[in-house]
C-alpha cells in the first residue's frame, strides 16, 4: 500500500494505491488551514477498513508557502560579511509595478536591527582574503539569542565558492546557543547573487521550525497508526524523505501544484501526448505550467510574496482564480475575480458554512452547471438559494455603482447573466496565467494539450482553450485528485548546482565534463548518507549560459560529456526560441553548472473510472450565453471507453464537473481519459 495526500487551500485529497500499484482507494475533505495536519489525519481516518500498517505517506503542501505569506515563523536573524548589513533592504533597483506612486518594495524576514556583520571575506574564486573572525562570531550570536532570536540564517559573500567560513559559523552557533536553528547561504543556494542567496537563505531560515514542527506531529501520528516512512514532493516535482525536508524546508514551498504537473505528465504520456499546458483549478487559486517532451519548465528565479527564491521549481504560475476566488468590484467599477478567496472556512456562500461574499463556485452553481446535491458525489449539499442571493447583491452593487453616461449605466443583470460575466472573466484570467507560461517563453499554446483537473478546472478548461485557440483538452480519471495521485506517480529527485563562471571558448574539450564529475561526486555522497544508492539512478545535465555582458542567463539542457562548441550552439538555439533572435557570433560564457539526479517511480498504474452500469444521463436547464438551454447531465462512472456526446453537456464524478460547452464534443479514450475537441 502506498498512499498520497495533498493538502490544497481548500480540499485535502487522498489517493491509496495497493500493492501492484492499482488503485485502491480515495477520499477528499476540507482542509484545516489552522492545522493542516488536522485534514490530513481526518483523510486517513476514513480509511476504517483498509490496513495502513507500514504503508508509506507522501505528501505534498502549503504549510512552507503560509508561513511566509502570513509571516508566521521565529523572530530571525541574520549574519553576513562586514559590509553587507543591508543586502535584503537595498534588494534590486527594478520594481514590481512602473507608475505606482506607493510603491514599497517586500518587507524582508529579518528586520534590520537583527543583521550583524562579523570580519571575514573571500574573493570570487573562494580564496580567503580575511579571516574569518571568530570571537565576532560568538558575540553575534549572543546578541542575537539575547534580542529574542530563535532561527539564524548566514550569508557570507562568495561562499558558495568555499563554505568552509559559513560552516564553521554553524558550529559556534551550536557552542554558544545550541537551541537555534541555522540555515547556511552555501547548503541552500550553491550559486551567485548575493541578494537572491541572501533572500533565499532567509526563506529557509524562516520556514524550518514551523515545517519542522508540523512533520513533527504528523509522523508522531502517523507512527501510532503503524505507518511507513513519511515523504514530501519538492517543488522541482521530485519526492524526498521528510527528514531531508526538515534540513532544506524551502525545497516544498510549491510542493502541491508540482506534485499536480506530474500526475498530469504520467496520465498524458500514457495517452501518446508530450505537449501539454497543465491547468489545475482548485478552491483557491488556479496553476498552470507548460510541459513540452513530456518535461515540465523548470525555473531558477521565483518569487513568494515579492521574496526572490533562487532554487530549481517547476516552472507554475499562479492567478488568484479558484472556484473559491470572491467576486467583487475594482476601484473603477468594474468586476474583479480574486485574488482573495472564500477558502475553505467559511467558503463560498453554497457551502452553507458561512460565507457571504459571492465566489466563482457561487457562479457556477447559480448557472446550474453544479448540481447542489451532487458535489462531492452528495455528500455535501450545496444552497443554490445562497449562491443566487450571493450573486445577486453583487448585481445591485454594480447597478449602483455604474457611472452615469457610460454603456454600464441603468444596466440591469440577474444574478444568472451575473454569473455567466464571473465565469467569463475567470477564463480570461485564467488564459492569461497560460499566456505567461507559453507564448512569453516561446512556446504556441496552440501546439499543445491543455491537460485539466482540479476541482473546478474541467469546468472551465474548454472555455480557457477557446481563449487561446487550443482544440484539445484532456480530462483525466479522478481529476480533482491528480495532485495526490501526482505524489504517487513522482520520481525521487535531487538537484545540485554550483556556479563557476567561464568563458566557453576558453575551456578544454574534457572541462565541462570535469566539473560535472566533481558535481556528481559531491551529490552522489550526499544521497548515500540518505540512504540512496546508485542503483537506477538517472543523471541529467544542465548550463546556465549567457552572452558576455548580459545580466542573466537561460538554464540550457547538455548532453554527457558536453563539449564547448556544441554548449554554445544549443545556448544560441535556446536563445532564439525564447527571445526570437541569437548572435552565434558573440561569446558565450558559462555560469552556473546543474545536475539532477532522479531514481524513477515503478508500480504505479494510471488512474481509470470504474465503469458501473449503462450510460446515466439526465436533461436538465442551465444559463449559456445568457439564456436558459437544455443540457445533457451525465455520471462519469457510466460511460464507457468510445461513448461520445455533443455539447452542451455536464460530466458529473466525485470529485469534478466536466462541462462540454456547445461547438465541443466529449470521447471517453481507452484509458477513461474524457478527451475534448472543439469542432472545426
Known amino acids: 500500500m502506498r498512499l498520497g495526500v495533498e493538502c490544497g487551500g481548500t480540499f485535502t485529497d487522498l489517493v491509496l494505491l495497493d500493492d501492484a500499484g492499482r488503485l485502491a482507494a480515495t477520499g477528499k475533505v476540507f482542509s484545516t488551514p489552522s492545522d493542516p495536519s488536522l ?31 502570513e509571516r508566521k515563523g521565529p523572530r ?7 559590509g553587507f548589513r543591508d543586502v535584503l533592504e537595498l534588494q534590486r533597483h527594478d520594481r514590481d509595478v512602473m507608475y505606482d506612486l506607493h510603491y514599497r518594495k517586500p518587507r524582508p524576514l529579518v528586520r534590520r536591527e537583527l543583521v550583524r556583520e562579523v570580519p571575514e571575506r573571500l574573493d570570487a574564486t573562494g580564496k580567503p582574503l580575511v579571516a574569518l573572525d571568530e570571537q565576532a562570531v560568538r558575540d553575534a550570536v549572543a546578541e ?3 534580542l529574542g532570536v530563535t532561527s539564524i540564517a548566514v550569508c557570507f559573500l562568495h561562499s558558495y565558492r568555499n563554505p568552509t567560513h559559513e560552516q564553521r559559523v554553524r558550529e559556534i552557533v551550536s557552542e554558544v546557543a545550541p537551541a537555534l536553528d541555522v540555515s547556511l547561504s552555501s547548503e541552500v543556494v550553491a550559486e551567485f547573487r548575493e541578494y537572491e542567496r541572501a533572500s533565499s537563505t532567509t526563506v529557509d531560515a524562516f520556514v524550518k521550525p514551523t515545517v519542522d514542527g508540523y512533520l513533527s506531529r504528523l509522523e508522531r501520528s502517523l507512527a501510532e497508526r503503524g505507518m511507513g516512512e513519511l515523504s514530501m514532493m519538492q517543488s522541482n516535482g521530485g519526492v524526498v524523505p521528510a527528514a531531508y525536508v526538515r534540513q532544506r524546508p524551502i525545497h516544498v514551498l510549491l510542493s502541491g501544484p508540482a506534485a499536480g504537473v506530474a500526475g498530469a505528465v504520467a496520465v498524458a504520456s500514457a495517452a501518446g501526448i508530450d505537449d501539454i499546458v497543465t491547468m489545475d483549478m482548485g478552491g483557491t487559486s488556479t496553476d498552470v505550467c507548460l510541459v513540452t517532451g513530456g518535461r515540465p519548465q523548470i525555473t531558477t528565479e521565483s518569487m513568494i510574496d515579492r521574496i526572490p527564491v533562487k532554487l530549481s521549481m517547476v516552472d507554475i504560475a499562479t492567478v488568484g482564480a479558484g472556484g473559491g476566488s470572491i467576486v467583487g468590484l475594482d476601484p473603477g467599477g468594474m468586476l474583479q475575480v480574486g485574488p482573495r478567496s472564500a477558502g475553505a472556512d467559511p467558503g463560498p456562500a453554497c457551502y452553507g458554512r458561512g460565507g457571504a461574499e459571492p465566489t466563482v463556485t457561487d457562479a457556477n452553481v447559480t448557472r446550474g452547471l453544479i448540481r447542489p446535491g451532487h458535489f462531492l458525489g452528495g455528500r455535501h449539499a450545496l444552497d443554490r438559494a445562497a449562491a443566487t442571493t450571493a450573486l445577486g447583491n453583487l448585481a445591485a452593487d ?3 455603482t455604474s457611472t452615469p453616461g457610460t454603456p454600464a449605466a441603468g444596466l440591469k443583470r440577474t444574478p444568472a447573466q451575473l454569473a455567466e460575466d464571473v465565469f467569463r472573466i475567470a477564463n480570461v484570467v485564467m488564459a492569461g496565467a497560460i499566456r505567461l507560461v507559453s507564448t512569453e517563453r516561446g512556446h504556441d499554446p496552440r501546439d499543445h494539450t491543455l491537460v485539466a483537473y482540479g476541482g473546478a478546472g474541467p469546468l472551465h478548461a474548454a472555455a480557457v482553450a477557446d481563449e487561446l485557440g487550443i482544440k484539445g483538452v484532456l480530462v483525466p480519471p479522478h481529476a480533482g485528485l491528480m495532485s495526490a495521485y501526482g505524489l ?6 535531487r538537484r545540485f548546482a554550483v556556479t563557476r563562471v567561464d568563458e566557453l571558448a576558453g575551456l578544454a574539450p574534457g572541462e565541462l565534463g570535469e566539473v560535472f564529475g566533481e558535481l556528481l561526486a559531491d551529490a552522489r555522497a550526499e544521497l548515500a548518507a540518505q540512504g540512496v544508492g546508485p542503483a537506477g539512478v538517472v543523471v541529467e545535465h544542465e548550463l546556465d549560459l549567457r552572452y558576455r555582458g548580459q545580466g542573466f542567463e537561460l538554464t540550457v539542457p547538455v548532453p554527457p560529456g558536453v563539449d564547448p562548441e556544441t554548449a554554445a550552439r544549443l545556448f544560441h538555439e535556446a536563445h532564439a526560441l525564447r527571445y526570437g533572435h541569437s548572435t552565434p557570433a558573440k561569446a558565450v560564457q558559462v555560469v552556473t553548472y546543474r545536475l539532477t539526479l532522479r531514481v524513477p517511480s515503478t508500480d504505479t498504474a494510471l488512474p481509470a473510472v470504474q465503469v458501473d452500469g449503462d450510460v446515466r444521463r ?3 436547464p442551465v444559463v449559456i450565453g445568457g439564456e436558459e438551454r437544455t443540457c445533457a447531465f451525465l455520471w462519469r462512472a ?8 455533443a455539447g452542451p453537456a455536464v460530466v458529473e464524478e466525485d470529485t469534478a464537473t466536466t462541462f462540454v460547452p456547445p461547438g465541443w464534443t466529449a470521447a471517453v479514450d481507452r484509458a477513461t481519459n474524457l478527451v475534448l475537441t472543439r469542432g472545426a
Open 638 to 645: 457510466s460511460l464507457p471507453p468510445g461513448y461520445a456526446i
Open 398 to 400: 454594480v447597478e449602483r
Open 488 to 493: 504517487l506517480s513522482s520520481d525521487f529527485q
Open 39 to 69: 485534514a490530513v489525519l481526518e483523510a486517513i481516518g476514513r480509511l476504517e477498513a483498509v490496513d495502513l500498517r507500514s504503508a508509506p505517506l507522501l505528501h505534498g503542501s502549503t504549510v512552507a508557502t503560509n508561513a511566509v505569506l
Open 76 to 82: 530571525l536573524g541574520l549574519i553576513v560579511t562586514r
Open 618 to 620: 439526465e436533461d436538465l
Open 144 to 146: 542575537l539569542a539575547a
